[in-house]
């Protein structure tokens, strides 16, 4: 306890430093005019805050991206969209979806977004943000339709959502208030993709308004798959009636969409474990290459009922959803005012993508198979002899989103009394989730160009594979067939109350209690002699096939309940400054990821289902003539259980706590040039287990993001870099291996043809950096070279686009 409050006492001590400098600045530049938008302070927040308020007046702190600002960033997913969000890890080398997202030092413990609610328009795309194979950002896409993103940290997000105890992102939508419309077409320039938008958006009628869009892409992507691996896109509509004293606004959703997963590949690394330099292997680019081979097409095997299936590598993340939901909000006699958003989404689709369970020499996986065995390409029955002697061991994480279906609905009732504001609300999910772990084992060579499959051969020239499948299962994880069918039904009434203390100190407190019921029943895996290619002849790999085992379900049928609060104030120092502070504890429950056998799934309070986050933050907020900035100090405290995660095959259980800063800042240097960034400092220790005291893994010191724009020829036209870093992080809790820091720079032209017509030119990693953003290995042999399985982000992409605003 005297170590928190040393802590929170030195973090008080920068914010207080900062304020003193600011304060100067603010004086010293009083008289210089404002002539370009610098509002932010004034911009009504409506994301984690019961009563939409001005930023400055909230004890929260958040970030507001716009579009332009967005875009500005060259982002090539929507997870790249959050790495420009103070305070926010976003590890985006995984193509469009399944990214690890983590906020202030909290850990990334088993892949998602585990304690960080994504949301659209106010309701979360999914109940948790950490199914495996089913990660929020999956079914999340930034297009045409959406206003702006709101992303909160800390702060009241415990209370006003379920499992988001360390922030909430918000993608709203336009709504057709104000007319206007959009066409854009992109395609990459040294990248094989085409993408089109649309949307649009008016009155239709006294108090009538819509908005429509949405995109469509085709595409390689911007590594090598040999595939048309981006297909698909999303429409999205929305129809609002305001009345006098409201409105209701009705709204639908389809998604159809196709990304590459891109999982860990193989990186060399020589030098020390405290020092090492990252490379390409010889004839696989790192920053550009790809596990996905047109001589891998489909994985087939036996389906959840014992049929014969066969998916489409292809497809990669393949989200489904269709959604239609209804938010109304109405002032009612007597200062009451009534809220309610609700929604249905039925969510399917899959997940598909090859892992490097192993990277060897040639001999090392032959050797595996048992002395005197050889390799040869499947394709061509010659030996393997590819120049960088490697070898992959794939696993196919061949994943069926049977159902992720859900409900969400949150009614909100509020009194105001005076100086004293009352909210009552009820939140309500009912969350399916039901998915099939169906996976095979392959051999493949190490190349960035279609790496060919191969075959292994016995000592006495027997085949023990099948055109590179060596395994139907994998052995090698002790096979990991699974097939989950649970639903999670979550009732969280809450209560909120703010008070207006005096005419500059505003108070806020809440509290929520969620409960949580678990049904349904999960299985694993059993094995069967099966001739699934259908040729009459039971080849090595069909004498051991693995498949889900239907008659051994283990039922689930328990409860959770946990209790969130937050306090916060805010206190005005003048109308342009403010300080705020708040104190909050919540709680993630697990999903999926500890239905593993060995717990009791009959009682709640025999498993971990809980994991519970505290916060206490200190900020500062200015706006200036020319700009403004945020300040928050942070301090956090994780108690995590066991949570599985699939691509290490194994339980990760710590204690985290961490502390830092969060910078956040824009200011405009004159009438055409405005620079905008932001700084995050954190501090994070383990403080329990076998890594007691070291640094959680992944987790770097600093982050930052600086965006300087120029915009020239009356502002009609604008140039812009994007610098986009962290410092060095270790690949794992056991503090060896280090990660190298890295800087991404993006750029950006835009270029107005004629009046509402423009092209844009953008390029992502304009300097072809190679980042790594996770390890599957700690550590490595020092001096020597070794090959380690790395996610790093893509090389250089360079797109063009054709937009017309009307």
Request: no cysteine; net charge neutral.
């Given at each position: 306890?005297?170590?928190?409050?040393?802590?929170?006492?030195?973090?008080?001590?920068?914010?207080?430093?900062?304020?003193?400098?600011?304060?100067?600045?603010?004086?010293?530049?009083?008289?210089?005019?404002?002539?370009?938008?610098?509002?932010?302070?004034?911009?009504?927040?409506?994301?984690?805050?019961?009563?939409?308020?001005?930023?400055?007046?909230?004890?929260?702190?958040?970030?507001?991206?716009?579009?332009?600002?967005?875009?500005?960033?060259?982002?090539?997913?929507?997870?790249?969209?959050?790495?420009?969000?103070?305070?926010?890890?976003?590890?985006?080398?995984?193509?469009?979806?399944?990214?690890?997202?983590?906020?202030?030092?909290?850990?990334?413990?088993?892949?998602?977004?585990?304690?960080?609610?994504?949301?659209?328009?106010?309701?979360?795309?999914?109940?948790?943000?950490?199914?495996?194979?089913?990660?929020?950002?999956?079914?999340?896409?930034?297009?045409?339709?959406?206003?702006?993103?709101?992303?909160?940290?800390?702060?009241?997000?415990?209370?006003?959502?379920?499992?988001?105890?360390?922030?909430?992102?918000?993608?709203?939508?336009?709504?057709?208030?104000?007319?206007?419309?959009?066409?854009?077409?992109?395609?990459?320039?040294?990248?094989?993709?085409?993408?089109?938008?649309?949307?649009?958006?008016?009155?239709?009628?006294?108090?009538?308004?819509?908005?429509?869009?949405?995109?469509?892409?085709?595409?390689?992507?911007?590594?090598?798959?040999?595939?048309?691996?981006?297909?698909?896109?999303?429409?999205?509509?929305?129809?609002?009636?305001?009345?006098?004293?409201?409105?209701?606004?009705?709204?639908?959703?389809?998604?159809?969409?196709?990304?590459?997963?891109?999982?860990?590949?193989?990186?060399?690394?020589?030098?020390?474990?405290?020092?090492?330099?990252?490379?390409?292997?010889?004839?696989?680019?790192?920053?550009?290459?790809?596990?996905?081979?047109?001589?891998?097409?489909?994985?087939?095997?036996?389906?959840?009922?014992?049929?014969?299936?066969?998916?489409?590598?292809?497809?990669?993340?393949?989200?489904?959803?269709?959604?239609?939901?209804?938010?109304?909000?109405?002032?009612?006699?007597?200062?009451?005012?009534?809220?309610?958003?609700?929604?249905?989404?039925?969510?399917?689709?899959?997940?598909?993508?090859?892992?490097?369970?192993e990277v060897g020499s040639a001999a090392a996986i032959a050797a595996s198979f048992g002395a005197?065995?050889?390799?040869?390409?499947?394709d061509s029955g010659t030996p393997f002899n590819n120049p960088n002697g490697l070898v992959s061991?794939?696993?196919?994480?061949?994943?069926?989103?049977?159902?992720?279906?859900?409900?969400?609905?949150?009614?909100?009732?509020?009194?105001?009394?005076?100086?004293?504001?009352?909210?009552?609300?009820?939140?309500?999910?009912?969350?399916?989730?039901?998915?099939?772990?169906?996976?095979?084992?392959?051999?493949?060579?190490?190349?960035?160009?279609?790496?060919?499959?191969?075959?292994?051969?016995?000592?006495?020239?027997?085949?023990?594979?099948?055109?590179?499948?060596?395994?139907?299962?994998?052995?090698?994880?002790?096979?990991?067939?699974?097939?989950?069918?649970?639903?999670?039904?979550?009732?969280?009434?809450?209560?909120?109350?703010?008070?207006?203390?005096?005419?500059?100190?505003?108070?806020?407190?809440?509290?929520?209690?969620?409960?949580?019921?678990?049904?349904?029943?999960?299985?694993?895996?059993?094995?069967?002699?099966?001739?699934?290619?259908?040729n009459g002849i039971i080849s090595v790999p069909e004498q051991n096939v693995f498949a889900v085992?239907?008659?051994?379900?283990?039922?689930?049928?328990?409860?959770?309940?946990?209790?969130?609060?937050?306090?916060?104030?805010?206190?005005?120092?003048?109308?342009?400054?403010?300080?705020?502070?708040?104190?909050?504890?919540?709680?993630?429950?697990?999903?999926?990821?500890?239905?593993?056998?060995?717990?009791?799934?009959?009682?709640?309070?025999?498993?971990?289902?809980?994991?519970?986050?505290?916060?206490?933050?200190?900020?500062?907020?200015?706006?200036?003539?020319?700009?403004?900035?945020?300040?928050?100090?942070?301090?956090?405290?994780?108690?995590?259980?066991?949570?599985?995660?699939?691509?290490?095959?194994?339980?990760?259980?710590?204690?985290?706590?961490?502390?830092?800063?969060?910078?956040?800042?824009?200011?405009?240097?004159?009438?055409?040039?405005?620079?905008?960034?932001?700084?995050?400092?954190?501090?994070?220790?383990?403080?329990?287990?076998?890594?007691?005291?070291?640094?959680?893994?992944?987790?770097?010191?600093?982050?930052?993001?600086?965006?300087?724009?120029?915009?020239?020829?009356?502002?009609?036209?604008?140039?812009?870099?994007?610098?986009?870093?962290?410092?060095?992080?270790?690949?794992?809790?056991?503090?060896?291996?280090?990660?190298?820091?890295?800087?991404?720079?993006?750029?950006?032209?835009?270029?107005?043809?004629?009046?509402?017509?423009?092209?844009?030119?953008?390029?992502?990693?304009?300097?072809?950096?190679?980042?790594?953003?996770?390890?599957?290995?700690?550590?490595?042999?020092?001096?020597?070279?070794?090959?380690?399985?790395?996610?790093?982000?893509?090389?250089?992409?360079?797109?063009?686009?054709?937009?017309?605003?009307?």
């Amino acid at each position: 306890m005297k170590r928190s409050n040393s802590v929170l006492k030195k973090l008080g001590l920068i914010v207080a430093l900062l304020i003193v400098n600011l304060s100067f600045s603010q004086n010293e530049t009083a008289a210089v005019s404002d002539t370009i938008k610098t509002t932010q302070l004034e911009d009504v927040v409506i994301t984690g805050v019961v009563n939409p308020k001005a930023k400055i007046k909230s004890s929260v702190s958040i970030t507001t991206m716009d579009v332009k600002q967005v875009e500005q960033s060259a982002p090539r997913s929507t997870a790249e969209i959050f790495r420009s969000i103070p305070g926010i890890r976003s590890e985006s080398s995984g193509g469009e979806g399944n990214s690890n997202i983590s906020v202030r030092g909290v850990p990334i413990s088993s892949g998602g977004s585990k304690y960080l609610q994504i949301q659209e328009d106010g309701l979360p795309v999914l109940l948790f943000g950490d199914i495996a194979f089913a990660t929020a950002d999956i079914f999340t896409r930034f297009d045409g339709n959406v206003a702006k993103i709101e992303a909160i940290r800390g702060g009241s997000a415990s209370t006003l959502s379920s499992n988001s105890p360390g922030g909430i992102i918000n993608f709203i939508s336009k709504t057709g208030k104000t007319e206007g419309g959009m066409l854009r077409t992109s395609f990459g320039l040294d990248y094989n993709n085409f993408r089109t938008d649309v949307d649009y958006g008016t009155k239709i009628g006294d108090g009538l308004y819509f908005h429509v869009g949405g995109f469509y892409r085709a595409g390689e992507g911007v590594r090598k798959t040999g595939s048309t691996s981006n297909n698909g896109g999303q429409v999205k509509f929305n129809l609002t009636k305001e009345f006098q004293n409201g409105k209701v606004t009705v709204y639908a959703k389809f998604l159809n969409d196709r990304a590459a997963a891109y999982m860990p590949m193989p990186v060399k690394v020589t030098g020390t474990n405290a020092n090492p330099s990252w490379g390409s292997v010889s004839g696989f680019d790192a920053t550009t290459g790809a596990l996905q081979s047109i001589y891998l097409n489909h994985n087939v095997g036996l389906g959840t009922n014992g049929e014969l299936r066969r998916e489409n590598v292809a497809d990669g993340m393949n989200p489904i959803s269709k959604s239609i939901g209804v938010s109304a909000a109405f002032d009612l006699e007597d200062g009451w005012k009534i809220t309610e958003n609700g929604r249905y989404s039925s969510n399917s689709g899959g997940f598909i993508a090859p892992f490097p369970a192993e990277v060897g020499s040639a001999a090392a996986i032959a050797a595996s198979f048992g002395a005197g065995s050889t390799l040869t390409y499947a394709d061509s029955g010659t030996p393997f002899n590819n120049p960088n002697g490697l070898v992959s061991r794939i696993h196919m994480f061949d994943a069926q989103l049977n159902d992720l279906s859900n409900f969400m609905n949150d009614l909100r009732v509020t009194k105001k009394f005076d100086n004293i504001g009352v909210t009552a609300g009820y939140f309500k999910s009912i969350q399916n989730i039901s998915t099939s772990w169906l996976w095979n084992s392959y051999l493949q060579e190490v190349s960035d160009n279609n790496p060919r499959l191969i075959n292994v051969k016995n000592a006495t020239g027997n085949l023990l594979s099948e055109n590179g499948l060596y395994a139907y299962g994998t052995p090698a994880w002790g096979n990991l067939a699974r097939n989950y069918d649970t639903q999670y039904n979550v009732s969280a009434p809450y209560v909120n109350i703010s008070i207006d203390a005096t005419e500059n100190l505003s108070l806020e407190g809440g509290l929520r209690y969620d409960l949580g019921k678990v049904s349904g029943s999960f299985t694993g895996g059993t094995s069967s002699t099966h001739d699934i290619n259908n040729n009459g002849i039971i080849s090595v790999p069909e004498q051991n096939v693995f498949a889900v085992n239907t008659a051994n379900e283990t039922a689930v049928n328990y409860d959770y309940d946990y209790v969130s609060y937050t306090l916060g104030a805010n206190y005005l120092l003048t109308a342009k400054q403010s300080l705020f502070a708040r104190y909050s504890k919540g709680a993630s429950a697990k999903a999926d990821r500890i239905l593993f056998s060995g717990l009791n799934y009959l009682d709640g309070s025999k498993i971990n289902a809980l994991d519970f986050l505290t916060q206490a933050e200190l900020g500062y907020k200015l706006k200036f003539p020319k700009g403004y900035v945020y300040a928050t100090a942070f301090h956090s405290k994780t108690d995590e259980q066991g949570g599985f995660e699939a691509t290490s095959n194994s339980i990760i259980q710590n204690n985290y706590k961490s502390y830092g800063l969060e910078l956040e800042s824009s200011y405009n240097v004159n009438d055409n040039f405005n620079v905008r960034g932001a700084l995050t400092y954190t501090k994070a220790e383990i403080t329990s287990g076998g890594n007691k005291g070291n640094e959680p893994r992944r987790q770097p010191k600093l982050m930052y993001n600086l965006m300087p724009t120029y915009n020239f020829s009356g502002n009609k036209n604008a140039v812009g870099l994007s610098f986009i870093g962290q410092s060095k992080a270790f690949a794992q809790d056991s503090n060896q291996l280090v990660m190298n820091g890295f800087v991404i720079v993006n750029a950006f032209v835009d270029f107005e043809i004629t009046k509402g017509l423009s092209v844009n030119l953008s390029a992502n990693n304009l300097f072809d950096t190679l980042a790594i953003t996770e390890s599957e290995e700690g550590n490595i042999t020092d001096n020597t070279v070794n090959y380690v399985r790395a996610r790093p982000m893509p090389g250089r992409s360079v797109s063009m686009a054709l937009s017309y605003r009307f």
